[in-house]
């Protein structure tokens, strides 16, 4: 097993220097080295294949296993290959066993541009001892296998040459049935039909193909359908989640390689077959002794081999951190959070906005109008639950002790009553609620003041088109506000105590609200998104040009912003 690895200038990886364990975890934003790490390592181990087999230190980028790009000048980093020395990339392999000379324990294998048009230079130094373990007879020794999106509809038969040729280039799932096919003929299919049901219990693989009689490779699935018959599909007719595990564990077992390369195996699969693959893949380490090194943005299957593998943060080409808790990653990827987390931390924040909204513009304009600045506008999914946004909000507060955090909720019709309980419920050391005055966040930008100055017109002409839209749709603006007071009657805020107001009671509220503005339903207790809709699906027919409302004016002061901002500049909480 390889006890430590090093890679340098390869892509995206300037420097890549760990120790590894049976499973390996690297996780980080686009971009950020992640898999061409993987990439490095297969390309480099592949190069040294070929070096070997020809007995040159020169070798043909036609005669390399695997070249994931088409122009090998510029996998190095940042400045191409040149023949000189310096502007080469070098990965390094340690393997050492516990009498090993630190000289006996490792290979290094340097790639630089050869001197004429097409060629790489590769030379080898280390131990005899671990190349011959890592590069003798026909067996690959480390395997790249790219996340699975689907197979072809067909396939022929092709010779071992030609699968060892494709696995090395990182084509696996072009010749999937082959290499099922020859697993049959070397009595391996048992195996292979006993590691699927072990995750898939009612999965069984056969293949009727005669190479004699048919030009095309069957590959069946017998599957038990609800109603408990026994039935047969062909293989493409398999769901990727079963793919992709069928995939890894033939071709583990037909090439029994000793190092996995997984570049986002996760990509394609639902949240639970990232599960049943994580219980795969620790299976094959610990059974066929595999090491396995992979990337994900899965936090699903970052949680399942979390415990039992080694994590390892990459950043700018870089390690940004390794052996972290595995919980700190699992929030932050959950929220996409991992490339501002070291921003939170290296003090560039003085406070976190939680929000709600996907689109953050709205909160954005909102926040500095009322003078919060310094300010991270994060949109975090889980708002709406309390309980969930609150473990967040201690978790930033636990690893960033002076930010402040302020946790964004729409109002979405509730009483004064019910806002003062959500409120006690958002409540920590530095930890802030603002709940929106009116009914949302966009409910701001559709006043009749602020959409007076966006159009450059009169107030009192803003305030009739916004009655004029809301008489307009009254049924659905009704139905509407009941449906918000049912959810708020039927909500863990009333756990205890009855609510003041029931949901058949919504009508009546309405009407008495009519009665007080002169029969119009006040545009307060209509919902801004609605009437945001409304006013830009309407604005070009009524006033004959558009404008965006979404921006900031004087008409969108929020006194709970500002008093926010207040507490935030004098350091009172």
């Given at each position: ?11 995206n ?57 088409s ?11 040149t ?63 790219p996340?699975?999106?689907g ?10 040459a ?9 084509d696996?799932?072009?010749?999937i ?7 049959k ?36 699935i ?9 039935i ?9 989640g ?28 639902h ?39 080694k ?34 931390l290296?003090g ?11 689109n ?40 960033t ?6 946790i ?7 009483l004064d ?40 017109i ?56 009519k ?18 809709k ?29 008093e926010?901002?207040?507490l ?6």
């Amino acid at each position: 097993m390889i006890n430590k690895i090093e890679l340098h200038d390869f892509k995206n990886v300037k420097e890549f220097n760990t120790e590894l364990k049976s499973i390996n975890i690297l996780i980080g934003e686009n971009n950020s080295g992640k898999s061409s790490v993987l990439q490095g390592i297969h390309f480099s181990l592949m190069a040294e294949v070929i070096r070997r087999k020809n007995g040159m230190e020169t070798v043909s980028e036609n005669d390399l296993l695997y070249l994931p790009s088409s122009n090998i000048i510029c996998l190095r980093h940042d400045h191409p290959y040149t023949v000189s020395t310096g502007n080469n990339s070098n990965l390094t392999v340690y393997m050492k066993e516990k009498n090993d000379d630190e000289d006996d324990s490792k290979i290094s294998i340097e790639i630089r541009k050869g001197r004429n048009p097409g060629n790489l230079s590769i030379k080898t130094n280390g131990s005899n001892v671990i190349r011959n373990k890592m590069f003798q007879g026909s067996k690959l020794y480390s395997m790249y296998v790219p996340g699975i999106s689907g197979i072809p509809i067909k396939e022929t038969l092709v010779s071992r040459a030609v699968l060892r040729s494709a696995v090395a280039r990182g084509d696996a799932n072009m010749y999937i049935r082959n290499i099922m096919y020859y697993l049959k003929i070397d009595g391996k299919l048992e195996e292979l039909n006993k590691y699927l049901k072990a995750v898939f219990q009612d999965i069984t693989i056969r293949i009727p193909f005669n190479p004699d009689n048919d030009i095309n490779i069957q590959v069946d699935i017998g599957i038990k359908t609800y109603e408990g018959e026994n039935i047969d599909v062909p293989i493409e007719q398999a769901g990727t989640g079963m793919l992709q595990i069928l995939q890894i564990l033939a071709y583990v077992l037909y090439f029994e390689p000793k190092l996995l390369l997984l570049d986002e195996p996760d990509e394609h699969l639902h949240p639970n077959n990232q599960r049943i693959l994580a219980e795969v893949l620790e299976k094959i380490s610990e059974e066929k002794g595999i090491q396995i090194i992979l990337c994900t943005h899965s936090r699903h299957l970052l949680a399942a081999l979390g415990d039992s593998g080694k994590i390892i943060w990459m950043k700018d080409g870089k390690i940004k951190d390794e052996n972290a808790d595995v919980n700190k990653f699992e929030i932050l990827m959950d929220i996409g959070a991992l490339d501002k987390f070291d921003e939170i931390l290296g003090g560039k924040y003085q406070c976190v906005y939680l929000t709600e909204d996907s689109n953050v513009q709205m909160s954005e304009i909102l926040l500095k109008h009322n003078g919060i600045e310094d300010t991270l506008v994060f949109p975090f999914k889980g708002c709406g639950n309390i309980a969930m946004v609150m473990m967040l909000a201690e978790f930033i507060h636990q690893v960033t002790p002076n930010c402040y955090i302020v946790i964004h909720r729409d109002r979405d019709l509730l009483l004064d009553k019910e806002v003062e309980e959500v409120c006690k419920k958002i409540q920590g050391d530095k930890i802030i609620p603002f709940i929106t005055e009116q009914s949302d966040i966009e409910a701001y930008f559709v006043t009749a003041k602020h959409i007076s100055r966006v159009l450059g017109i009169e107030k009192t002409q803003a305030e009739e088109w916004i009655d004029e839209l809301i008489k307009e749709n009254e049924t659905e603006i009704i139905i509407d506000y009941s449906n918000k007071r049912n959810e708020a009657h039927k909500s863990n805020i009333y756990t205890r105590r009855k609510s003041p107001e029931k949901w058949t009671d919504a009508k009546k509220t309405l009407d008495d609200a009519k009665k007080k503005n002169g029969g119009k339903i006040p545009p307060e207790l209509v919902k801004g998104k609605f009437l945001k809709k409304k006013i830009n699906g309407a604005m070009k027919k009524k006033w004959g040009y558009e404008r965006q409302i979404i921006s900031d004016s004087d008409a969108i002061d929020s006194p709970r912003l500002k008093e926010i901002a207040e507490l935030l500049r004098e350091n009172k909480l």
